[in-house]
């Protein structure tokens, strides 16, 4: 039986690149630097879950203060997701790699493709960590506010 640890990776890598398992592992630096975004994309989400899990724990703090430590803890892992350099030097990669004229029109769709969805897959994770402070929309993730009049 899977874990609830286990189900949360899994989830992970299923909503952040999930056709990472079919990219090449070490057939050159574009590659390496596509994993290392997708890595990186997915740790940034795990690190913001589990300092947001700790908030959630503490028994201290009340409900509105836990919804504000919880956007401050997605405001700073999303602001280090923007900051981080690992995507950029991807797409950088990537570039040097298409722009070449000995590559094959097969390797440079691949990679482009690969790009994209590591690039997507940058947008989803910071979508991930404000849906877990609580800034979506979505259902049971609303922050009911009371009516003042």
């Not at 959630?56 to 997605?74: F, G, M, P, V």
């Not at 979508?127 to 003042?148: F, V």
Request: aromatic share 6%.
């Amino acid at each position: 039986m899977m874990s609830d640890k286990e189900f949360a990776e899994l989830e992970l890598r299923a909503t952040i690149c999930p056709q990472q398992f079919g990219w090449p592992k070490l057939e050159g630096i574009h590659w390496q630097k596509l994993h290392e975004a997708a890595n990186d994309a997915r740790a940034g989400v795990r690190k913001a879950y589990s300092a947001m899990d700790a908030i959630d724990l503490r028994t201290d703090l009340s409900r509105e203060n836990k919804y504000d430590e919880r956007q401050r803890i997605a405001a700073q892992a999303i602001a280090d997701l923007e900051a981080s350099r690992t995507l950029a030097r991807a797409r950088e990669a990537v570039k040097r790699l298409t722009d070449r004229d000995d590559v094959s029109p097969e390797i440079a769709d691949a990679t482009l493709k690969a790009m994209k969805e590591a690039d997507a897959g940058w947008q989803r994770s910071m979508d991930k960590i404000a849906e877990r402070a609580g800034r979506s929309k979505g259902p049971n993730m609303r922050r009911i506010t009371p009516l003042r009049f």
